[in-house]
């Protein structure tokens, strides 16, 4: 079993920055992928960043340029640095993670970002 919990979230003005921060514990040696995924008010759940262990990125079109995904292996941590947030930015973001072999994933309960504008 792997739990994660998310930290970070907040109200920013359009513009501004954010950072999140997602803890794992548990089983963490076999966690391969690390991301963060965010959830609009009626709108589906997508996928913002995800990095794996040796460091490939991933990024969704939307935040490309804008936000930064890192992830620390010692400490169990990924990071998603949000600069030049927009208003279409608000939603709860969800960390999560994916377990080599069976690709079985574990969520964080959420953080809400809010940008107003």
């Known amino acids: 079993q792997v739990q994660l919990v998310e930290s970070g979230g907040g109200l920013v003005q359009a513009g501004g920055s954010l950072r999140l921060s997602c803890a794992a514990s548990?089983?963490?040696?076999?966690?391969?992928?690390m991301g963060w995924y965010r959830q609009a008010p009626g709108k589906q759940r997508e996928l913002v960043a995800d990095?794996?262990?040796?460091?490939?990125?991933n990024y969704a079109d939307s935040v490309k340029g804008r936000f930064t995904i890192s992830r620390d292996n010692v400490k169990n941590t990924v990071y998603l640095q949000m600069n030049s947030l927009k208003p279409e930015d608000t939603a709860v973001y969800y960390c999560?993670?994916?377990?080599?072999?069976?690709?079985?994933?574990?969520w964080g309960k959420g953080t809400q970002v809010t940008v107003s504008s």
């Open positions: 999560n993670s994916v377990r080599y072999g069976d690709f079985r994933a574990y």
């Open positions: 990095i794996n262990r040796g460091g490939r990125l």
């Open positions: 548990g089983s963490t040696f076999s966690i391969n992928t």
